[in-house]
T-cell receptor
Framework: AQSVTQLGSHVSVSEGALVLLRCNYSSSVPPYLFWYVQYPNQGLQLLLKYTTGATLVKGINGFEAEFKKSETSFHLTKPSAHMSDAAEYFCAVIPRGSGNTGKLIFGQGTTLQVKP | DGGITQSPKYLFRKEGQNVTLSCEQNLNHDAMYWYRQDPGQGLRLIYYSQIVNDFQKGDIAEGYSVSREKKESFPLTVTSAQKNPTAFYLC???????????FGQGTRLTVV
């Protein structure tokens, strides 16, 4: 069964530093790939997604992610962290193919802490 | 404004009681989903529906029930059979022509 692994349940960076959140998926056929952000007691907001085409995807709030098929990865980056980036981040996939029900499969989440 | 509305935001339940969480969307989406969120476990799928009057079990359906009588509504009932119902519940919807799912603001259920 498809699974999603986010390396590191907690990541701490200084304000202005590079943010790197890691995500790997398990399937041999690349799925649709997503990054969501969640602020405390809120729903999930889509940061970016990869479905097809260019493998470097730009999203909201200065985030971007690169799909690497050879590494089965979809890591999320931001060149310079802001205090407002502190939140929980989820990587998720939807398997491709017939019978696609749109069910998202989530990683365990990574809490990003930004230190002043 | 188009979106997904979940209510209530906070809900307290006594053991042995059934409770129903509301999810309404005005996005004209066909598909709707219920997820449960527990710390450190990500989100897990409870039930989903791709069309009115049809729904399917997700990965953790035991102790839950749903209905889909209207396109815009997908209520979730947490029954007394659910052994550990305290969690954050998120509803989502999706246009079947697109991959992106939109989420509500969630309901935090606490058993007291």
């Amino acid at each position: 069964a498809q699974s999603v692994t986010q390396l590191g349940s907690h990541v701490s960076v200084s304000e202005g530093a590079l943010v790197l959140l890691r995500c790997n998926y398990s399937s041999s056929v690349p799925p649709y790939l997503f990054w969501y952000v969640q602020y405390p007691n809120q729903g999930l907001q889509l940061l970016l997604k990869y479905t097809t085409g260019a493998t470097l995807v730009k999203g909201i709030n200065g985030f971007e992610a690169e799909f690497k098929k050879s590494e089965t990865s979809f890591h999320l980056t931001k060149p310079s962290a802001h205090m407002s980036d502190a939140a929980e981040y989820f990587c998720a996939v939807i398997p491709r193919g017939s019978g696609n029900t749109g069910k998202l499969i989530f990683g365990q989440g990574t809490t990003l802490q930004v230190k002043p | 404004d188009g979106g997904i509305t979940q209510s209530p935001k906070y809900l307290f339940r006594k053991e042995g009681q059934n409770v129903t969480l509301s999810c309404e969307q005005n996005l004209n989406h066909d598909a709707m989903y219920w997820y449960r969120q527990d710390p450190g476990q990500g989100l897990r799928l409870i039930y989903y529906s791709q069309i009115v009057n049809d729904f399917q079990k997700g990965d953790i359906a035991e102790g839950y029930s749903v209905s889909r009588e209207k396109k815009e509504s997908f209520p979730l009932t947490v029954t007394s059979a659910q052994k550990n119902p305290t969690a954050f519940y998120l509803c989502a919807s999706r246009d079947r022509q697109n991959t992106e799912a939109f989420f509500g603001q969630g309901t935090r259920l606490t058993v007291v």
